[in-house]
């Protein structure tokens, strides 16, 4: 399988598959928009017998007077990021435990070949920006035919890659179970289609997700297709989601936002006594890593502004109303963290990795990289890594602390961790993280490709309830029994409860944790 490039200049790089990170800046080759060659172009008037042209795209033989193996023109690709059936039918939904599940999946991940990668062997590619996986699954892959370089079965991994080359990997997907808490319609009409999404749902397919996410569930269940994000929520986060059904729509909303419009609330369940009268939080906020997903204040972060009012306190934790004026990563929590009341089941901002006050007042006392390594063996000794979608294959041992610069790159392994799902994040708006909304479903594979159900070496087995479960020889993951969260643990009490625009304002009822009444001890 391809594994998560060692390092990225763009935080929204790596957004596929559990061990499988492609870039999307790739996908466009190095000129341009790619455009289907004409009739005299090359390629195409002069395009050799299919037979040879095979032994050309394999790179057994040269084309003659060129003394270089042949690559193809780019072919012409759709524009959409929408999704279609072919998408849907990648596979089928069940529910077991109170959670909805997605069965393992043969998809292939694809991508022209990145500028940087030009000259360069696969082997070295491998070696270099996708270490998560020794080179042996490589060989493994390419021996069973998963890799292709323009289409051909690619064995030798010593080939140097040119321009254009288009490469393919075929891998088993695992999806991590969410919620089987159905999501409700609140609102559709001829404009938008407003959800209240339950907890653990990403927004759009990201990480290791693709049909346990809301874009696929409307999609697929609810015949809601071709919709266009205006907003997105913490994976973790539940409440009022808002799509747009046309571009221009969209676009009309966005600049609400843009012209800061747009009034967002929210409603959450947080530690201790919170007092009474208004809470104001202006710290800035820096995110520590976009790969693990993870922020904290500092006077070099971002400025933002949260405005807190308490509704009620039970003797043990508070219900508190959070006005965001600015959509910073992870806001919320954060301030909430630093204010010394940190939502009560919050996966990051409410451990003990942040130290005896839990990073109240910015106190933490740990470099970034000590602050990863502690959150990440805490999760690992609760055995709970799947609430942060971070895999044990995708963990390296965190070594050293010298720090990443810039561009992300290290000089020593201290953060070789996958994009989480908080990564697909979050309340920030198109403004601010519009290319990875792309980025992520496009890289969702928007040009559909058929390909065989049992990829070379695969094998089926079946189940108790007569359903043909595929094993892959090639997939670790097979290899693997990993306990299922409870449904409990895929909550979080943080809640979108109303945005109000300038013609429109949508709310969700007040979720059950947040009432007055409400008996934690029967959670």
């Given at each position: 399988m391809w594994a998560r490039p060692a390092a990225a200049a763009e935080p929204w790089?790596?957004?596929?598959?559990p061990r499988v990170r492609w870039s999307l800046a790739a996908l466009a080759p190095v000129g341009g928009r790619m455009e289907e060659p004409g009739p005299g172009s090359s390629g195409t008037g002069d395009a050799p017998p299919a037979a040879k042209r095979r032994r050309l795209l394999a790179g057994e033989e040269k084309r003659p007077g060129h003394g270089e193996r042949y690559v193809p023109p780019p072919r012409k690709r759709n524009p959409g990021v929408s999704f279609s059936e072919p998408h849907f039918a990648e596979t089928r939904y069940y529910f077991e435990g109170g959670l909805r599940k997605v069965r393992p999946y043969h998809f292939d991940f694809q991508t022209y070949c990145k500028g940087r990668w030009v000259g360069k062997s696969l082997l070295h590619v491998f070696s270099t920006e996708f270490r998560a996986q020794p080179l042996d699954s490589y060989r493994a892959a390419a021996s069973a035919g998963r890799l292709r370089l323009n289409e051909q079965p690619v064995r030798d991994l010593s080939i140097v890659l040119k321009n254009n080359d288009f490469l393919r990997n075929t891998v088993h997907r695992h999806e991590p179970p969410v919620t089987a808490q159905?999501?409700?319609?609140?609102?559709?009409?001829?404009?938008?289609?407003?959800?209240?999404?339950?907890?653990s749902l990403p927004v759009h397919p990201c990480g290791r997700f693709r049909h346990n996410t809301?874009?696929?569930?409307?999609?697929?269940?609810?015949?809601?297709?071709?919709?266009?994000?205006?907003?997105?929520?913490?994976?973790m986060t539940s409440g009022v989601l808002m799509f747009?059904?046309?571009?221009?729509?969209?676009?009309?909303?966005d600049e609400q936002v843009r012209q800061r419009q747009l009034e967002?609330?929210?409603?959450?369940?947080?530690?201790?006594?919170?007092?009474?009268?208004?809470?104001?939080?202006?710290?800035?906020?820096?995110v520590v890593s976009y790969k693990v997903g993870v922020c904290r204040v500092d006077p070099k972060g971002k400025s933002c502004k949260?405005?807190?009012?308490?509704?009620?306190?039970?003797?043990?934790?508070?219900?508190?109303k959070c006005f965001p004026y600015t959509g910073r990563t992870h806001q919320i929590r954060v301030h909430l963290q630093f204010l010394g009341y940190p939502i009560v089941n919050d996966p990051i901002y409410n451990m003990e990795a942040w130290g005896p006050t839990k990073g109240k007042g910015g106190e933490i006392n740990k470099t970034d990289e000590e602050l990863l390594r502690a959150l990440v063996e805490e999760h690992r000794s609760k055995q709970s890594l799947s609430i942060l979608d971070v895999s044990e294959e995708d963990l390296k041992p965190i070594v050293g602390s010298e720090e990443c610069d810039h561009s992300g790159y290290c000089t020593k392994p201290v953060e070789i961790m996958p994009i989480s799902a908080d990564s697909c994040r979050t309340e920030n708006f198109k403004d601010q993280k519009e290319a990875e909304i792309q980025a992520c479903l496009q890289n969702s594979d928007t040009r559909p490709e058929t390909h065989e159900a049992n990829p070379e070496g695969a094998s089926s087995s079946e189940n108790q309830d007569g359903h043909t479960e595929e094993k892959d020889p090639l997939c670790e993951e097979c290899k693997l029994v990993r306990q299922d969260p409870s449904p409990r643990e895929l909550v979080m009490y943080l809640h979108a409860?109303?945005?109000k625009g300038a013609e429109f304002e949508y709310?969700?009822?007040?979720?059950?944790?947040?009432?007055e009444d409400w008996d934690e001890t029967q959670e």
């Open positions: 790089l790596l957004l596929a598959g159905p999501i409700q319609i609140l609102v559709e009409n001829d404009e938008v289609v407003v959800v209240d999404k339950p907890s809301v874009i696929f569930i409307l999609g697929k269940e609810h015949n809601l297709k071709e919709l266009h994000t205006i907003h997105r929520l913490d994976r747009a059904k046309t571009a221009e729509v969209s676009k009309r909303i967002k609330e929210y409603v959450c369940r947080v530690l201790g006594e919170f007092p009474e009268n208004e809470v104001t939080c202006e710290e800035p906020i820096l949260t405005v807190f009012q308490r509704l009620s306190y039970n003797g043990k934790t508070s219900v508190v409860l109303r945005y709310s969700s009822k007040m979720p059950d944790w947040a009432l």
